[in-house]
């Protein structure tokens, strides 16, 4: 399958990058422009407040100077940032209007003369106070004005306009400046990004490429990754081992469907060759019978074998139930002591109930009743005739245990890691003549094992034998 590039982890993860990145720097320009904007004004008030200070100080200075002159002075000190200055007289009766307007001529006075409540609320300010508002007088200056009222003495407002032009001609460079670089950072910031996230995802690419070549013939392959410790080092680590288990698993299937086969192949010759044999001439009915008779044996041992691997399998399909069901270990014994006396009655062996406490185990009834019947079924089996075999329960640590006890011949020490697997025998005669298919303990294994179970073998050969299933 191929991920569309818009899809694709490394192209999402780009655009968040891209996006929050130029949240941040909009983000940070917009501040930028702001305290830049702050600062620049207050340049410019200062600068008012200094020309309108001029002006005053002028008047002051020297006895007989008219506002005009006062004014003229000021425009000529500041001619550089061309101030717009006027003097406004209000009446002494409570300020009730415009007594006067003083101006030096460069422009018409009425241009820049405001409304009469503007210059009333001047007239009580303190000077550091004093009213600054921007004012859009385009006719004057060809931009908006930033203007100043100062009161000075015997009611006069001083006033002082700047244009606004300077201002906004830099913040609109600013801005230009602020957009370009964000731009470039952000182009810049998005090859970068894409690149690291590229890196980093890279081996998930070997993940993909490796985990696509591998199938059930090439489980052998491994995702070979730098040995990271990161999340992506744990996801690679995490499935090789699953292949390697998956690996683990085929191999044991593959195995068990040889045996299988080979199990079921041999008593299949036997019954070919057999039949062979007896239809080459005419023969007595004796013989036939005891063709057919053996005929019959493989047949029952074929049955069994076909029978226990059908339970095996139904087993591992309930491997995952819960039981919720108590069952009191000592019925279970019982039921098979009594199922199985007959067949230790023939052998000749004595098959007793030891001592049994009243133990309960969650549990299924027939299965356990199975694992129980092929402890007992091997005991007799390896136990020579005269012998004894004794099903007993106990308290383990505070743990239900049934145990399966035989005077027999004992299993040898090498042979013990091996006797649960499936089709495993010890002594392929003795096992084969006496009914074994070799899939007994298996199945004891698996219903232990479903159960939360564990078993322990204790054996000494030419001594008998201790199977004991201890419960959880
Ligand atoms: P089988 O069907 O051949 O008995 P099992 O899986 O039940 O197969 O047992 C595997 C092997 O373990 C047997 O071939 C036998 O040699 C050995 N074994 C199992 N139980 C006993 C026992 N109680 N005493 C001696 N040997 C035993």
Redo the contacts with the bound molecule.
Sequence with gaps: MRIAKTKSLTFRLTVWYIVILGLLVSASGAFLYQGFRTSLLDEMDRSLREIAYRVNSFWQRTRGTSWADAIRRAEEEFRRQEPFILVVELSEDEGARIENVYGSGRFAKDAFLFELETYKGAEDASWDKAPILNWNGRALAGSPLRVVFLPARGDHIIQVGLSLGYVSGELRRLTLILVLAGLLLLLFASFGGSFIIRKALRPVRSVVETARRISADDLGLRIDAPKRKDEIGELVATINDMIARLDGSVNKIRKFSGDVSHELRTPLTIIRGEIEVVLRKERREKEYRATLDSVLEETYHMEKIIEDLLFLSRIEAVRKTRFDQEVPLSDILARVRESRAPAAKTKQVGLEMGACLDLLVLGDRTLLERLVA??VD??I???PSGGRVELSCEDRDGRAALAVR?T????PEE?LPF??DRF????PS??KE?G???????I?KSVAEIHGAAIQVE?QLGAG?V?RVVFP
């Design positions: 092929n402890l091997n005991a089996r390896y136990t035989d027999g011949i004992g299993i042979s006797i649960f495993y025998v010890v002594d003795r096992s006496s074994g298919s070799g899939l007994g303990l298996s004891v054996s034998t199977f």
